[in-house]
Nanobody
Framework: QVQLADSGGGLVQPGDSLSLSCTAA????????MGWFRQAPGKEREGVAA????????FYANFVRGRFTISKDDDKSTVHLQMNSLKPEDTAVYYC???????????WGQGTQVTVSS
């Protein structure tokens, strides 16, 4: 099991930037994909971005491509999500996720609220 602690949410205005962080503990992450999902009120949880721990290959949902950047810090077992040009529709609870490549086991962070409003 991977313990995930996500943080960094807050209230910002449209066009602002925000950075989320997720620190993992409990497992070696070499065979994992780390990612971020989000869930807005009344909507299903959706994938935002992901990165392979080995190789650092990023993946993005179309609706954040060009605005969000996912990165990792191997030494700190931490994944970052830099969010720029935020829009009101980006408002959601953002969850960190880890998935083991072979077993498909998933673990989740507790979630952090991001609110974009003027």
């Amino acid at each position: 099991q991977v313990q995930l602690a996500d943080s960094g949410g807050g209230l910002v205005q449209p066009g602002d930037s925000l950075s989320l962080s997720c620190t993992a503990a409990g497992r070696s992450l070499g065979a994992y994909v780390m990612g971020w999902f989000r869930q807005a009120p009344g909507k299903e949880r959706e994938g935002v971005a992901a990165i392979t721990w080995t190789g650092g290959v990023p993946f993005y949902a179309n609706f954040v491509r060009g605005r969000f950047t996912i990165s990792k810090d191997d030494d700190k077992s931490t994944v970052h999500l830099q969010m720029n040009s935020l829009k009101p529709e980006d408002t959601a609870v953002y969850y960190c996720n880890s998935q083991q490549i072979f077993s498909r086991r998933e673990d989740w962070g507790q979630g952090t609220q991001v609110t974009v409003s003027s």
